[in-house]
């Protein structure tokens, strides 16, 4: 392991964070969902006893026959960035890691007992070198945070709904879990952005790998402050009837889309909360024991106020107009989905079809 002074990251000195906790950079929605899991008394215990159903023993002879560990003689260049992303995290023990073949861009962390991180040589071959240490650091914040547990189960039930999809409604109570945890997980990969931050420290390497995500190997033909504005042309355009695609078309992915997780975490790079982080001041594991899962559901539900306050989503804007009290609620339905036009416009449309 490299030592304080940071020697041994490759191309500049890092700051480590010694004792963090996942807390630190978890997304409010992610960590009031994960402290009230690890709240609940014996819930650890139950995971441990579905070991056997869950197909973790198999997933790992699957990749140790069938993929490539990544040590010392094989990938050494990704084995130094599992290294110190571990070091700046301070994760206790290094993962196993492995790469497997898949021209699709691709990485996860999962495993029950013990967390595995996997990416494919769709991944390897598409990013350079500090965009794959953001991507390693997010796969080895998952693994802090402790999610590679619930991303295993997502998988299971993932395959189980393929295979009960014949039985009625046999799918449609998989399927509920499934949806519930994929909301989960959408959330916990904006943490683990956050944390592929800590680890690489270079904002603009973190968003330029979620832009060739989206874009492939093209990055002269591509800009990261364009691609940003996608974001806020996604998140502001249209009216509610786009409100309403967009979420039908996250519900079925267990990613933000690329341009929301650019977004997002060029907001966070850009707070006060990440500027502390770097200085030194951040939540130590040594407190997690004491974490209130009010404090936390509170934060979220803060977080959640804040996001309806700010956005410029047309839904979020209704949102606003009910929780105000603002009156004419078919009027503000009309002018949602007819893309703001003027009630004036409204009334002649009315006129006419009379």
Known sequence: MPNDSGAGVPGRDRTRFPGISSRAYEHPADRSALVALRKLTGFDTVLKALSGLLPERSLRLLFLSDSVRVGDQQFPHLNDM??????????????????????????????????????????????????????????????????????????????????????PLGNVAVMAIVTALREWFRKSELSADRAGLLVGQDPHASMRGLMKLAGGNHLHEM???????????????????????????????????????????????????YQRIMDGHY????????????????????????????????????????????????????????????????EGREDDRA
């Open 283 to 346: 939540p130590r594991r040594t407190d997690d024991d004491g974490t209130s899962v009010y404090d936390s559901f509170r934060e979220s539900a803060n977080h959640y106020a804040e996001s309806v306050r700010t956005s410029k989503d047309p839904l979020m804007g209704l949102l606003r107009d009910l929780s105000s009290g603002a009156g004419d609620l078919g009027g503000k339905l009309w002018d949602r989905f007819s893309g703001g036009r003027p009630g004036g416009d409204r």
């Open 223 to 273: 800009n990261v402050d364009a691609f940003l504005a996608q974001a806020e042309e996604y998140e502001a355009g249209g009216d509610l009837r786009d409100s309403v695609l967009k979420i039908m078309n996250v519900l079925p992915r267990s990613h933000p889309f690329t341009t929301v997780r650019a977004a997002e975490l060029k907001k966070w790079a850009g707070s006060r909360e």
């Open 82 to 167: 599992l290294r110190d992303a571990c070091y700046i995290l301070d994760l206790p023990k290094v993962p196993p890691m492995y790469v497997t073949q898949d021209p699709r861009p691709t990485a996860m962390c999962i495993g029950l007992d013990e967390p595995i991180v996997v990416v494919s040589t769709g991944l390897v071959e598409l990013l350079d070198a500090e965009e794959m240490r953001a991507v390693v650091g997010h796969e080895v914040g998952h693994a802090l945070s402790g999610h590679a547990v619930y991303r295993t189960i997502l998988l299971f039930l993932t395959n189980l709904a393929l295979r009960v999809a014949w039985i």
